[in-house]
C-alpha cells in the first residue's frame, strides 16, 4: 500500500547570528541590481521555496520572534516559538517538529534560514525521491553535494518520531546517524543545498556568486 503525503515546510530561524550582527534572517536576497532596493529576504525566499511543495510552512523563531513576525505572516506562513533558543539548534528542530504533528500533519521539509534556497530544479528531484523512499518504508531523503550533506531535508514520521524522542543535548547529525539505514541520500548538482552564511564575508562572498548558483 502506497503512503500519501502530507507535507510541511519548517524553517529554523531561531539563531542571534552572532557572528553576522545582524538577524541572519532578515538578509536582502537575492541581491538587488544597483539603485534598486532588495524585497526579498533569506526568510521570505525560504518561506516562498518550501510553500511550492508543501501545505503550509512554520517559521520557528527564539529572541527575534517580534522581528520575523512581519516577514512570516506577510508571506503566509507561521510562527512557532522556541522558548529556549540557547539550547541550540537541535531544540529549535525538536520544536518544530511537534508543530508539525501538532497541525496534523506527518511528514516535514525542513531547512535552515541562513542560506538561500536551493534551486527549484534540486527540490523537484528531493521531492520525487521522497515519494519513493517512503514507498519503500525509509524514513527521510538527504540531499549531497561534494560528498556533504544539506538542507533541506525530507522526513517522514518516522523519522519525526526520532527526532522528538531525542535528548535535547542529541543533534540532529547523531539521530541521522543511528538511523542511516533508513535515510536515503540524493546526491544533486547544486551547491547551494551545503552554503552556510555566518559571516558579512560569507555573505559577501555569496553574493558575487549568485550567476553560478542559480539554475
Keep these: 500500500m502506497s503512503r500519501a503525503l502530507s507535507l510541511c515546510g519548517v524553517i529554523l530561524a531561531a539563531g542571534e547570528s552572532r557572528r553576522m550582527g545582524t538577524d541572519k534572517a532578515l538578509l536582502p536576497w537575492p541581491p538587488a541590481p544597483p539603485g534598486q532596493i532588495p524585497n526579498r529576504t533569506f526568510l521570505s525566499a525560504a518561506i516562498e521555496s518550501l510553500a511550492q511543495l508543501s501545505d503550509s510552512v512554520i517559521v520557528v523563531a527564539g529572541k527575534n520572534r517580534?522581528?520575523?513576525?512581519?516577514?512570516?505572516?506577510?508571506?503566509?506562513?507561521?510562527?512557532?516559538?522556541?522558548?529556549?533558543?540557547?539550547?541550540?539548534?537541535?531544540?529549535?528542530?525538536?520544536?518544530?517538529?511537534?508543530?508539525?504533528?501538532?497541525?496534523?500533519?506527518?511528514?516535514?521539509?525542513?531547512?535552515?534560514?541562513d542560506r538561500p534556497p536551493v534551486n527549484n530544479s534540486t527540490t523537484e528531484k528531493l521531492h520525487a525521491a521522497f515519494g519513493a523512499a517512503i514507498a519503500r518504508w525509509k524514513w527521510a531523503v538527504v540531499p549531497e553535494y561534494g560528498g556533504k550533506h544539506g538542507h533541506p531535508i525530507f522526513l517522514a514520521r518516522e523519522m519525526i518520531a526520532a527526532f522528538l524522542k531525542a535528548p535535547p543535548t542529541a543533534s540532529a547529525r547523531d539521530i541521522q546517524h543511528q538511523n542511516r539505514e533508513q535515510i536515503v541520500y540524493v546526491e544533486v548538482d547544486d551547491p547551494l543545498v551545503t552554503v552556510n552564511v555566518n559571516t558579512p564575508d560569507e555573505y559577501a562572498a555569496l553574493q558575487r556568486a549568485v550567476p553560478m548558483l542559480r539554475d
Excluded at 72 to 79: F, T
Excluded at 81 to 105: A, I, K, Y
Aim: without cysteine; aromatic residues 4%; hydrophobic residues 40%.
Design 66 to 113: 517580534d522581528s520575523l513576525a512581519p516577514v512570516v505572516y506577510a508571506n503566509g506562513a507561521s510562527l512557532a516559538t522556541n522558548h529556549d533558543p540557547d539550547r541550540g539548534q537541535f531544540s529549535s528542530l525538536q520544536t518544530g517538529l511537534q508543530e508539525v504533528l501538532n497541525r496534523g500533519r506527518d511528514a516535514a521539509i525542513v531547512t535552515l534560514v
